[in-house]
Nanobody
């Protein structure tokens, strides 16, 4: 049974930082692409960042490029999202996702097979 469990969300002031973690179990973590998505109230779930199996390739949405960093530790079966210079517009539930198939669009939520339950990030102005 695959489980993805996010942690690290919370309330932070604008300009602050948070680090999200996603612990994976029940899958061969090192053979899965990992992604972070977010969903704000009343909006579609949107792509934030993705990372390849080895961590050698990373991808970001334009809205977070230069502020967020995705990384992974295959020995710990964990993927991270370091978020800095947070803005109120970053407020959302953040979801971790995994997929083993290659050749799919990393930014499409439909490319991912497994999802966590999400962690709330709230940025106050």
């Amino acid at each position: 049974q695959v489980q993805l469990v996010e942690s690290g969300g919370g309330l932070v002031q604008a300009g602050g930082s948070l680090r999200l973690s996603c612990a994976a179990s029940g899958l061969t973590f090192s053979r899965n692409y990992m992604g972070w998505f977010r969903q704000a109230p009343g909006k579609e779930r949107e792509f934030v960042a993705a990372i390849s199996w080895s961590g050698g390739s990373t991808y970001y949405a334009d809205s977070v490029k230069g502020r967020f960093t995705i990384s992974r530790d295959n020995a710990k079966n964990t993927v991270y999202l370091q978020m800095s210079s947070l803005q109120p517009s970053d407020t959302a539930v953040y979801y971790c996702a995994a997929r083993s198939r290659s050749g799919l669009a990393y930014s499409s939520r439909y490319s991912y097979d497994y999802w966590g339950r999400g962690t709330q990030v709230t940025v106050s102005s």
